[in-house]
């Protein structure tokens, strides 16, 4: 079907002769050709919401970088909008929320989203599945229910999620009822990215490092676990950044794949998700290095996960700063690689 299934085979268990690769945030600043692509759009928010602009950057990492498979350029931020907690992106602050949750009445007010209120990014789906043209396949995704929450509690980004934290402690109840809200969105979102033509799914629990094992067994697990439970048209991967104390947990759930962050050794993690396709986790910051650091590091983290299903990325997305040239030599360090 795909002229390039090198990651649907990865997500299928098989150790593909040759490695495949894609990167986390890799339609973004750090290709010129985005950043001409962004100038059409007043700001963030007009960019995501007009699928045309969508497209045509989730296509360009395609075409410039030679990656193997697409990732639909959207934000996690789309849920609990469509949910009715509008925010805006403040350049160099990040998202902040006009409305947050504060209290149990908060809660109630929600929706529990639905294919209108996110229809922007099925029709991007639909019109990056017909010009790439079965090339590669599309991942589609969403932020996992925790990240969601941390951000619709606290109102903004933070270094702590403090106020997050302070409602599972604080208000355990509400916060599982909030949590499953967002639970049932995102499987209405996931569901209707699939039948628009998403190939994988990919879920980001970008803040799950900011819990420890007790509450991401609590307030996360019983949640991710209802997704990938529901999502069994495509593969699904779950990023747990800073997660490595919830990997044994997740070991247990359905996920097809997990990401790693570049904290985590392959030699500790290898044996501790024994049947998931791995994924990553190499250092962003790497990719600032000499030529000859970038092909040294590379090699040596293609070589650790050899032995297992695998698919090459970064630990987390890539920087705005840097080099383009850069990021194509990774690429092609790992193309040309053999087990």
């Not at 902040?96 to 109630?108: G, K, L, P, T, V």
């Not at 919830?246 to 904290?263: E, P």
């Not at 500790?268 to 600032?288: R, S």
Request: hydrophobic share 40%; net charge neutral; with cysteine.
């Amino acid at each position: 079907m795909y002229k390039n299934n090198l990651i649907l085979q990865a997500l299928k268990g098989d150790i593909t002769s040759q490695i495949p690769v894609w990167l986390m945030r890799q339609a973004g600043r750090v290709l010129p050709e985005y950043r001409q692509t962004r100038k059409k759009a007043k700001n963030f928010i007009e960019f995501v919401k007009t699928p045309q602009l969508a497209a045509e950057v989730t296509l360009q990492p395609v075409d410039i970088l030679n990656v193997d498979a697409a990732i639909i350029f959207s934000d996690i931020l789309v849920v609990p909008e469509a949910m009715g907690l509008p925010y805006s992106m403040a350049e160099e602050k990040g998202p902040i929320f006009q409305n947050f949750i504060r209290s149990a009445s908060d809660i109630q007010n929600l929706k529990i989203a639905h294919t209108d209120q996110y229809s922007y990014v099925i029709e991007a789906i639909q019109l990056t599945k017909k010009h790439l043209n079965n090339r590669v396949p599309l991942i589609g995704f969403s932020g996992a229910p925790w990240t969601l929450f941390a951000y619709m509690t606290e109102g903004k980004g933070s270094k702590t999620f403090s106020t997050a934290k302070k409602w599972l402690y604080s208000n355990p109840s509400e916060s599982h009822q909030l949590l499953q809200k967002i639970t049932l969105s995102i499987i209405n979102y996931l569901k209707d990215q699939i039948k628009a033509g998403a190939d994988v799914i990919q879920i980001f629990d970008s803040w799950a490092g900011v819990l420890n094992k007790s509450l991401y067994q609590q307030f996360c697990i019983p949640y991710l676990k209802q997704i990938c439970n529901e999502i069994k048209e495509v593969p699904i991967i779950l990023f747990p950044k800073d997660g490595f104390f919830a990997l044994q947990d997740i070991q247990q759930l359905n996920y097809n794949a997990v990401s790693l962050d570049w904290t985590i050794e392959p030699e500790w993690v290898i044996p501790l998700l024994p049947n998931k396709t791995l994924q990553g986790n190499a250092d962003p910051c790497l990719l600032y290095a000499n030529e000859k650091t970038i092909e040294q590091e590379t090699i040596k983290m293609l070589n650790k996960f050899s032995s297992v299903p695998y698919i090459a990325n970064l630990g987390h997305g890539l920087y705005p700063d840097i080099d383009k040239e850069k990021v194509r030599f990774f690429i092609d360090i790992i193309h040309n690689f053999k087990r």
